[in-house]
């Protein structure tokens, strides 16, 4: 009896699993592909004192340190974005082409980036090559 109601929950649960992973036909962008960072500024909040704001005083990343993070990133849900990694009020903001499509990107000091279109937004973390630590304030934490 109890085997059956198992069974029966997992094909409940198997179609919401299967949908919140893959509800977009669209392909994230291929990263390791033809990159050009068109534009690079940093934005971040001077608010000199506070504990949130004060690690993005000297947090800054140049054009060669985007293309190392951009390579060495993996695709990722939000859901991995909240749970594994920390969220500073520190971006490195432009425009990206990528395989010949214009791409806005953020750059956040916990060591993930969004690629974004119009209509859709990509998150993506280094989170296997710890090699990209030495361009954050923070890496991921895997622990949760």
Known sequence: MLRKYSVLLLLWLCPVFSFSQNYSKRRPPN????????????????NVGD???KPCDTWHVNK????????????MSTFDLHN????????????VKIDNKIYQ???????WFTLSTKDTTYYFGCI???ST??????????QN
């Open 31 to 46: 990263l390791q592909g033809k990159i050009k960072i068109i534009t690079l500024k940093n934005d971040k909040k001077q």
């Open 51 to 53: 504990y949130y704001y």
């Open 64 to 75: 060669e340190a985007a293309y190392y993070i951009f390579r060495h990133a993996e695709v």
């Open 133 to 142: 630590n030495k361009y954050f304030l923070s890496g991921v934490d895997l």
């Open 84 to 95: 594994s990694f920390s969220i500073f009020a520190c971006y490195e903001r432009g425009k």
């Open 128 to 130: 296997l090559d710890s």
């Open 105 to 111: 990107y953020a750059i956040n000091g916990g060591s």
